[in-house]
């Protein structure tokens, strides 16, 4: 097989080479330097200091569909015909090649998403759209920043909350820097100077920058006479430092009056979320506010004023609403910590896995590196396990149970990265078949109220794994 293999080969070089011609050095050098033009005006130089992937780390790939996809030249030099005629012969679809096999993964209903944006809009914010700012940082929470932006950008929102610039790289691929100026993208973490510079000199997009301390102060400043024209940024206030801008208070006029800075609004985040606490939360920033506006000698018309999140929305706690909110967890069907959320929105998130194994062990036979002596229930020879690649490092350390074929089951053990389900005396259940941690199965669901009441706090969201581990899929389908 492999001597026809390689006659087949020689054939094709034989016939093909003379195509080669087709494209000359010509062609090819003016096809370069059409790129590296396209390339330099499209984004300019880059950081070298970068601590996320660089815009124009695409734009080899982007130039390369756009040559393939142009009927002029995808057909054009024989290499695209040999690459095609090669891969058909040496069978490189074939399943030794196919990637690896991902037992975890979490479905994202997209229509959820857009009808839980819907949702706020019509039930909290009368119909008003410009009143809604979504919050994609951390990777939209885990769900994948890039696909939801595309979603975003076929609404009337105008504003979108980020952190780092992994966030903003994200929305500029998703939607491309065409349509970056249709929206206001905040930062709602102040960043260091490289964070700033790289935004502002190197990528050359507007984002409103967060002033929280002189030391936010003076990297903006020194990243805005590198450019010409002023940095967009934001005060956040903290509510616990009442002389939180009194020593910067005259370089922040000084540096708007010279046009390095436009100070677009003032912000805060409530510190509690009971009622009585988050009207005590909201007339201590709105005094702040109202100092802040007569030093800066501007009205309160003039700048963005905004406060509540996912807590206040579901809470329905409307003079907080203030000039628009920032609605993060509760867009994508997380209730807040009492369990709450807004009726009719639904989870956007479905976490499943597949059982990788199942071992039966007797009474005092030890599991893995934990070593935990197997206890058998009363009337059982054995106590059958199945495992799944999801553990403790996924945030799944005090979770109870899973879903399979539309029946609850108890976790028996926890390992790292692996679960341990006890199927009692089930022997209908064989390796392969799907589990869902996070979901609805027949008449069951976990829902998140029972997945955040069990996982660690600190991994209340810990999702952001599955862009590792997790096999991530998009649908315009209810996943629940």
Known sequence: MERIRLTYLYLIFSLLIPLSQVVSSEDLNSQLSNNNVKKENALGSTS????????????????????????????????????????????????????????????????????????????????????????????AYGHGTMELMKVINELPITCVGVSTNADIYAISKAIGRENLAKFTIMRLKSQGVDSIRQIAVDYNIDVKEVVETVEDLINIMSVAKEIDRPIGVQLRVDLGKQDQFNEMMPRLKSLE???????????????????????????????????????????????????????????????????????????????????????????????????????????????????????????????????????????????????????????YHVENDELYIDLGNDKGISQGQEVILLGRSGKEEIGYVDITQKITPSDRISYEAGGISFERRYSKKKCW
């Open 48 to 139: 070298l200091n970068s601590n996320v992937p660089n815009i124009n780390d695409d734009l080899d790939a982007c130039d390369l569909d756009e040559k393939t996809n142009n009927p002029e030249t995808k057909n054009s030099g024989f290499f695209a015909v040999f690459k095609k005629i090669y891969n058909k012969i040496f069978n490189f679809n074939s399943k030794e090649d196919n990637a690896p096999v991902i037992l975890n993964r979490c479905e994202n209903d997209l229509d959820a998403y857009i009808e839980n944006i819907k949702r706020v809009v019509q039930d909290r914010l009368g119909g008003d759209w410009k009143k809604i700012c979504p919050v994609l940082k951390a990777d």
């Open 257 to 411: 009056k010279r046009k390095k800075i436009n100070i677009f609004g003032i912000f805060s985040h409530f510190e509690r979320e009971g009622l009585e606490e988050m009207k005590i939360d909201l007339d201590n920033f709105k005094n702040r506010v109202g100092n802040l506006v007569n030093k800066l000698g501007k009205k309160v018309s003039d700048l963005k004023i905004h406060m509540a999140s996912s807590p206040q929305i579901v809470a329905d706690f409307k003079e907080s609403y203030l000039d628009f909110v920032r609605p993060g967890t509760l867009l994508y069907g997380q209730p807040n910590r009492n369990g709450d959320v807004i009726p009719g929105v639904v989870p956007v998130m479905k976490i499943m896995s597949k059982i990788s194994k199942i071992d039966d062990y007797k009474e005092g036979e030890k599991i893995s590196y934990s070593q935990k002596e197997v206890k058998i229930d009363s009337g059982l020879k054995t106590k059958r396990l199945a495992r799944i690649p999801i553990g403790e490092k996924f945030g799944f350390k005090n979770a109870t149970e899973v879903l399979i074929n539309g029946k609850k089951y108890k976790i």
